[in-house]
């Protein structure tokens, strides 16, 4: 695997972020950012669902254990893990899909965009569905879906940039 060092600076620094700081963000109780999400988004693309699924259970269960969700943080990455594949190829071209290792990122895949914004919404989706497991504060669940993902959403590009930018100046 290329750049195996930075990639896994990459995760320390997401998942000590997410459990230093935007765990304990307290603007509302519409704001609850999810960013760890990135490192399933930004793991090469031609990873091993096996080896996906994996890192989903190792990155959900360590956020389950900072969390204190136990277990919603590995259902809500689980599927998102399962189904990486399908959505890269809804969202990108087959060529760009057929990598070798190399790291999604907006200069390699054409409609990169399309693709973190459908991961993280299924994520999100998933995440807030089984927190509440009702229906009956559709507004508020609603709401805190939209607003938490447009957050999550704006800080996983920023993780991006930032990330892809340290790759191809080396």
């Given at each position: ?118 991961m993280v919404v299924l994520h999100n989706l998933i995440f807030f569905g089984f927190e509440h497991l009702t229906l009956a504060n559709f507004g508020f669940i609603a ?28």
């Amino acid at each position: 695997m290329k750049h195996l060092k930075q990639y896994i600076l990459f995760f320390t620094i997401v998942l000590a972020s997410q459990v230093l700081l935007f765990n304990n963000l307290t603007f509302s109780t519409y704001f609850a950012p999810l960013v760890y999400i990135v490192c399933i988004i930004m793991m090469p693309l031609g990873t091993s669902s096996l080896k996906m699924m994996i890192a989903a259970i190792f990155i959900g269960g360590l956020m389950d254990l900072s969390m204190g969700t136990m277990g919603l943080n590995v259902i809500a990455t689980l599927p998102v893990a399962y189904f990486r594949r399908p959505i890269l190829s809804l969202t990108a071209s087959y060529t760009d899909v057929d990598g070798d290792g190399d790291t999604p990122s907006p200069m390699r895949l054409t409609r990169f965009n399309n693709y973190v914004i459908a991961m993280v919404v299924l994520h999100n989706l998933i995440f807030f569905g089984f927190e509440h497991l009702t229906l009956a504060n559709f507004g508020f669940i609603a709401l805190r879906f939209l607003c938490s993902t447009l957050a999550s959403t704006a800080l996983v590009y920023l993780f991006i940039i930032i990330f892809t930018s340290k790759l191809t100046r080396r």
